[in-house]
């Protein structure tokens, strides 16, 4: 199984790009900041920084490390649902279905050992310029050198590891029981971890009004909270896709035609593809407007009062503001790479259409709207996760349901979603029109 495992990555390597990407660009978030945990304990370390240092590994690293799962498994599953012939044709001749599972394992096992190491020199520069930044807002003392150690490697390796191992393992389950025939698997076990992660972000949400206003950890529950949450609805996110489907699909058709049609037809056929590219783009909102806004709330506040702002809350906003920005980068560049492949497979779908009786300009407008769908039902739930942790943390902090800030943050977050996905999906499936469409059925037959 290793020899056919690395036979198929030499042969055709572009399939896996989409998850060694995810896979390098984890890696590199996760070492970077777990690097902090080896300068931490570095020789000749004051209490203070070892203590910024520490609590930017550990809170930082945390966001990093659930949101490289996400990536690595939601570009993984997309990688072997389009591999359902090749899984069908092995089985056909002879391969079990215990052989196709350990081949796809060792497969992308490889590319997670290839991608980590890839990211050891980009991590080192990542760290170091991480460190930098807490030395010129004066959370870290200028004497303090960088260590990029054995912590940082570990992490890097067990989680990118264990993700790629994990999601491999469970999408080719799925895919080899559909291809012998039979149903594929109900679930469970994504449903209970669906429902545990609603249920501790409902709980830590709670937790809030336990706090003082003045408390230190005051924006840490409603954060992991929010962050909880989206997770909840990132993992239910083919069930709620096909509600909100339900809900819509008759304004779709009435507003758009044949394209709107085709639009929802397709979508409650691949919803469960499409959850690959939902998981992304409501974590991305969730997170980024739920930190976004308490830290504008903290923030207000502290001004409001005339408090001198301590090194506490220095730490606070530097961390929530590369918090944000690391979301923004990897969620973005996850949802791209995510909708790229996904878009790229469907060439052949685009030329059944099209030999069907539909023109390129409906089958754009179906992708189009397939977007805007997609942007709406990510908006709608991630804001929902935000909204739990921030209008607690709001009424905790200020007394006030709604922050003041206005719509503005939550409109640019939005904006940058809605961005990714149209501008990426119409223009992957522009350049797969340019195929003929007999020539794009028969080259993906």
């Given at each position: 199984?290793?020899?056919?495992a690395?036979?198929?990555?030499?042969?055709?390597?572009?399939?896996?790009?989409?998850?060694?990407?995810?896979?390098?660009?984890?890696?590199?978030?996760?070492?970077?900041?777990?690097?902090?945990?080896?300068?931490?304990?570095?020789?000749?370390?004051?209490?203070?920084?070892?203590?910024?240092?520490?609590?930017?590994?550990?809170?930082?690293?945390?966001?990093g490390?659930?949101l490289?799962?996400?990536?690595?498994?939601?570009?993984?599953?997309?990688?072997?649902?389009?591999?359902?012939?090749?899984?069908a044709?092995?089985?056909?001749?002879?391969?079990?279905?215990?052989?196709i599972?350990?081949?796809?394992?060792v497969?992308?096992?490889?590319?997670?050992?290839?991608?980590?190491?890839?990211?050891?020199?980009?991590?080192?520069?990542?760290?170091?310029q991480?460190?930098?930044?807490?030395?010129?807002t004066?959370?870290?003392?200028?004497?303090?050198?960088?260590?990029?150690?054995?912590?940082?490697?570990?992490?890097?390796?067990?989680?990118?590891?264990?993700?790629?191992?994990?999601?491999?393992f469970?999408?080719?389950?799925?895919?080899?029981?559909?291809?012998a025939?039979?149903?594929?698997?109900?679930?469970?076990?994504?449903?209970?971890?669906?429902?545990?992660?609603?249920?501790?972000?409902?709980?830590?949400?709670?937790?809030?009004?336990?706090?003082?206003?003045?408390?230190?950890?005051?924006?840490?529950?409603?954060?992991?909270?929010?962050?909880?949450?989206?997770?909840?609805?990132?993992?239910?996110?083919?069930?709620l896709?096909?509600?909100?489907?339900?809900?819509?699909?008759?304004?779709?058709?009435?507003?758009?035609?044949?394209?709107?049609?085709?639009?929802?037809?397709?979508?409650?056929?691949?919803?469960?593809?499409?959850s690959?590219?939902?998981?992304?783009?409501?974590?991305?909102?969730?997170?980024?407007?739920?930190?976004?806004?308490?830290?504008?709330?903290?923030?207000?506040?502290?001004?409001?009062?005339?408090?001198?702002?301590?090194?506490?809350?220095?730490?606070?906003?530097?961390?929530?503001?590369v918090?944000?920005?690391?979301?923004?980068?990897?969620?973005?560049?996850?949802?791209?790479?995510?909708?790229?492949?996904?878009?790229t497979?469907?060439?052949?779908?685009?030329?059944?259409?099209?030999?069907?009786?539909?023109?390129?300009?409906?089958?754009?407008?179906?992708v189009?709207?397939?977007?805007?769908?997609?942007t709406?039902?990510?908006?709608?739930?991630?804001?929902?996760a935000?909204?739990?942790?921030?209008?607690?943390?709001?009424?905790?902090?200020?007394?006030?349901?709604?922050?003041?800030?206005?719509?503005?943050?939550?409109?640019?977050?939005?904006?940058?979603?809605?961005?990714?996905?149209?501008?990426?999906?119409?223009?992957?499936?522009?350049?797969?029109?340019?195929?003929?469409?007999?020539?794009?059925?028969?080259?993906?037959?």
């Amino acid at each position: 199984m290793f020899t056919l495992a690395m036979r198929s990555i030499v042969q055709r390597p572009g399939r896996l790009i989409a998850t060694l990407l995810s896979a390098f660009l984890g890696s590199v978030i996760i070492m970077s900041f777990n690097s902090m945990h080896d300068t931490a304990g570095g020789a000749n370390i004051d209490d203070r920084s070892s203590e910024t240092l520490t609590t930017a590994a550990t809170v930082v690293g945390g966001y990093g490390t659930l949101l490289v799962f996400f990536a690595i498994a939601s570009t993984l599953t997309v990688n072997v649902r389009q591999r359902g012939e090749e899984i069908a044709l092995l089985r056909r001749t002879g391969a079990t279905p215990a052989q196709i599972k350990r081949m796809i394992v060792v497969e992308s096992a490889v590319v997670a050992v290839v991608s980590m190491l890839l990211a050891i020199l980009p991590a080192r520069i990542g760290g170091e310029q991480l460190l930098n930044v807490f030395k010129d807002t004066d959370q870290v003392a200028g004497s303090v050198d960088f260590v990029f150690g054995p912590i940082a490697l570990t992490a890097g390796v067990s989680v990118g590891l264990i993700a790629a191992i994990g999601a491999s393992f469970l999408a080719v389950r799925r895919a080899t029981k559909a291809a012998a025939g039979g149903a594929e698997p109900g679930g469970r076990g994504r449903n209970i971890a669906g429902f545990a992660a609603l249920a501790l972000g409902i709980g830590s949400v709670g937790s809030t009004f336990a706090f003082d206003k003045t408390d230190d950890a005051l924006m840490a529950a409603p954060a992991y909270g929010a962050i909880l949450i989206s997770v909840g609805f990132a993992v239910f996110s083919p069930v709620l896709l096909k509600f909100l489907l339900g809900k819509l699909a008759r304004p779709i058709t009435l507003l758009t035609g044949a394209s709107g049609y085709l639009t929802v037809h397709n979508m409650r056929r691949r919803a469960a593809q499409l959850s690959g590219v939902l998981m992304p783009l409501i974590l991305f909102i969730g997170m980024a407007t739920a930190t976004l806004y308490m830290q504008a709330v903290q923030n207000d506040e502290l001004d409001t009062s005339g408090i001198t702002r301590s090194v506490d809350d220095k730490s606070l906003e530097t961390l929530n503001f590369v918090v944000v920005g690391i979301i923004v980068v990897f969620a973005c560049i996850m949802l791209i790479n995510t909708l790229y492949a996904a878009t790229t497979y469907r060439t052949r779908e685009f030329g059944q259409q099209r030999l069907a009786g539909a023109t390129p300009s409906q089958v754009l407008r179906m992708v189009a709207i397939e977007s805007l769908v997609l942007t709406v039902t990510g908006a709608f739930f991630g804001t929902l996760a935000a909204a739990a942790g921030a209008v607690p943390f709001s009424v905790v902090r200020v007394d006030a349901v709604l922050p003041g800030q206005g719509p503005g943050i939550w409109l640019a977050i939005v904006g940058i979603g809605a961005a990714a996905t149209v501008v990426t999906s119409v223009g992957t499936a522009y350049h797969a029109l340019r195929t003929p469409a007999v020539e794009a059925v028969s080259l993906a037959a």
